[in-house]
Antibody
């Protein structure tokens, strides 16, 4: 069974840092591109970042470029999102999601982890 | 960047009604369009990809159509379990932008 389990969320002050993790199981992790998507409380879905299957190619939304870094450890079947210089507007539930073969998006999602940026 | 605009933002319909949600891209995206359902308090679920291909396990009352800039999600006979917010998403290239969502309620 495919499982994606996020962790690492919590309360952080503006300007602070946080690293999210997404532990994958039930599939061959290093065969799949992975994304991060976020959702502010009561708001819609927003794409954040993407990483290729081997980690060699990454892309970011303009709103997080230069502050967030996506990475993966295929030996640990884990996806990461390093978030620096956090702002109040980064407050959201962060989901990791798997891209399916054929570039079909998000057949599987994690349950999400809440990041709250507040003083 | 290409913008994705859904309409309406919300709708209320009766059980058994036919419901249509529209998603418009500001530039052509061929058929690189997905639809998701997010029930209250739940994780989003993929319904349709490639504009009209039904994801495995999704009820056949859901259908998608369109290509280029204009797309439609149709629920042929609305059921109580379809109460949710529906999102479209383009995936031809980055950024993989979502529409703002359409909230569907039962009248």
């Amino acid at each position: 069974e495919v499982q994606l389990v996020e962790s690492g969320g919590g309360l952080v002050q503006p300007g602070g840092s946080l690293r999210l993790s997404c532990a994958a199981s039930g599939f061959t992790f290093n065969n799949y591109f992975m994304h991060w998507v976020r959702q502010a409380p009561g708001k819609g879905l927003v794409w954040v970042s993407r990483i290729s299957s081997d980690g060699g190619s990454t892309m970011y939304a303009d709103s997080v470029k230069g502050r967030f870094t996506i990475s993966r450890d295929n030996t640990k079947n884990t996806l990461y999102l390093q978030m620096n210089s956090l702002r109040a507007e980064d407050t959201a539930v962060y989901y990791c999601a798997r891209v399916e073969y054929g570039n079909i998006p998000y057949g599987y999602w994690g349950q999400g982890t809440l990041v709250t940026v507040s003083s | 960047d290409i913008q994705m605009t859904q309409s309406p933002s919300s709708l209320s319909a009766s059980v058994g009604d036919r419901v249509t949600i529209t998603c418009r891209a500001s530039q052509g995206i061929s058929n690189y369009l997905a639809w998701y359902q997010q029930r209250p308090g739940k994780v989003p679920k993929l319904l349709i990809y490639a504009a009209s291909t039904l994801e495995s396990g999704v009820p056949s009352r859901f259908s998608g159509s369109g290509s280029g800039t204009d797309f439609t999600l149709t629920i042929s006979s609305l059921q109580p379990e379809d109460v949710a917010t529906y999102y479209c998403q383009k995936y031809n290239s980055a950024p993989w932008t979502f529409g703002q969502g359409t909230k569907v309620e039962i009248k």
